[in-house]
């Protein structure tokens, strides 16, 4: 694995090249362009708070609506994002991966950073929420932040490996995803607090590691608080999902050209 990775950081020009040739490709003839990344979570915030606080009203702990969902769209709209393209990766560029050797986890890694670009780009409202609505970051928050980002990246990474090496294989993959990302959104607290979760229930409901990570993100962000147990778990799990998922997928690399 570490000979991989050092083989993937020499082709850092290939990997760069590629993420700013999906990012050009993506935006390219498009008249909002970059707005995009803004106005998608933003519309969906803007509907979720007038279900939650019009009809089916939520407590949220005193947190205004629309910043306490915002800041959990963002990062779920970065991780299904970022899933999907990866998946797809390969699949769209399999006459570049039949033609030359280039280590083929460039154009799923870059498929990530391509959205998080975006990320960074949606995250600017949700500075401007956070001052609009007068909530207080500790110092200590802007610390553990980017920890969270990166837990995340390394959870994305280990499952878009993985989704990108079977949909070589199994092409309804894609759809499948779709269906999971799906029920994942609603078993994950994006529209609602974790508080809605019965405490007997709490410990099951923090094995899935977006849940542990976006309430991570509220705590800081949001509550002025530390992040509980449910980040360390988060943290264990993607990194055991990333290794596997990368051990996967390089085992599996040299069948790519030949299934095609």
């Known amino acids: 694995m570490i000979s991989n990775i050092k083989t993937l950081v020499n082709s850092k020009d290939l990997l760069f090249s590629w993420v700013g040739r999906t990012i050009r490709g993506r935006y390219q003839q498009s008249v909002l362009g970059w707005l995009w990344a803004i106005v998608q979570p933003a519309a969906s915030v803007v509907i979720f708070s007038v279900i939650f606080t019009q009809f089916v009203p939520v407590n949220t702990g005193g947190i205004p609506y629309p910043v306490f969902s915002y800041v959990a769209v963002v990062p779920w709209a970065f991780f299904a994002s970022s899933l999907s393209d990866m998946t797809n990766s390969l699949v769209q560029n399999m006459s570049l991966v039949t ?26 409202l949700l500075i401007i929420l956070i001052i609009v609505f007068r909530m207080t970051v500790t110092p200590l928050g802007l610390i553990v932040l980017p920890f969270i980002l990166l837990m995340q990246i390394v959870l994305v990474m280990g499952l878009g490996l993985i989704m990108a090496a079977l949909n070589i294989f199994y092409r309804d993959v894609q759809p499948m995803l779709a269906l999971v990302i799906q029920l994942w959104f609603y078993a994950s607290p994006i529209i609602y607090p974790v508080t809605m979760v019965p405490e007997k229930y709490r410990f099951l409901y923090y094995l899935n590691p977006m849940a542990g990570i976006l309430e991570s993100y509220r705590d800081i962000l949001l509550r002025q608080s530390m992040p509980g147990y449910y980040l360390l778990f988060s943290g264990v799990f993607s990194l055991v999902v990333f290794l596997l998922g990368y051990w996967f997928f390089k085992r599996v690399e040299f069948l790519f050209a030949d299934i095609v």
């Open 99 to 124: 033609k030359i050797y280039f280590p083929r986890e460039a154009l799923v890694i870059a498929a990530m950073l391509a959205r998080l670009l975006d990320f960074g780009v949606a995250a600017v």
